[in-house]
């Protein structure tokens, strides 16, 4: 699963330091510190353990900042917890984020190649990537399927729309 494995890496060096200080976190993921302390606030991730955050907590920071573009937050989130349950709970989980981060991302590089973004071959790019996954309860490919089709979707469609942001700043200068 997950041809591409985005996150291992990130998790082989979280692992080295025992997880990201806010500060690191801040300038890997773009966001500011205060951003992501709001975010734990409101529950959408983790706190830091020893102020550090750690692999899962790190993995929902990078999906909800790729999908903020597109979705609002607040359904980013329900969109997580529909496919993950309870932040803090990691026996409601249909896959460990860092996986659903490394798919998500391998699916993209597939349609980036391919340059197809029809939803037929968005589909078949997540099922070939899902295609060894072993549900930890019944229901969890179904919930992962959807969850990933519409976070590849929104992230294609947040990219789309910066480019053509892009493209009216370029026609009205």
Not at 12 to 21: I, N
Not at 88 to 117: F, Q, T, W
Request: with cysteine; net charge negative.
């Amino acid at each position: 699963m997950g041809k591409e494995k985005a996150f291992e890496p990130i998790a082989a060096a979280m692992k080295l330091t025992g997880g990201f200080t806010l500060s690191q976190l801040s300038e890997f993921s773009g966001l500011e510190p205060t951003t992501i302390q709001n975010w734990v606030k409101r529950g959408w991730i983790e706190p830091p353990k020893d102020r550090r955050y750690g692999i899962q907590s790190t993995a929902r920071v990078l999906i909800i900042n790729m999908l903020k573009g597109a979705m609002q937050l607040s359904n980013i989130v329900s969109l997580l917890a529909y496919v993950n349950g309870k932040v803090d709970d990691r026996n409601d989980d249909a896959i460990p984020d860092g996986e659903l981060y490394s798919i998500m991302c391998s699916v993209m590089k597939e349609v980036d190649e391919n340059g197809d973004l029809s939803i037929e071959t968005i589909s078949k790019f997540i099922d070939e990537e899902i295609n060894d996954y072993v549900e930890p309860f019944p229901g969890g490919r179904e919930k992962l399927r959807n969850a990933l089709q519409i976070m590849v979707i929104a992230h294609i469609s947040s990219n789309l729309k910066a480019k053509a942001e892009n493209m009216l700043s370029d026609l009205i200068q």
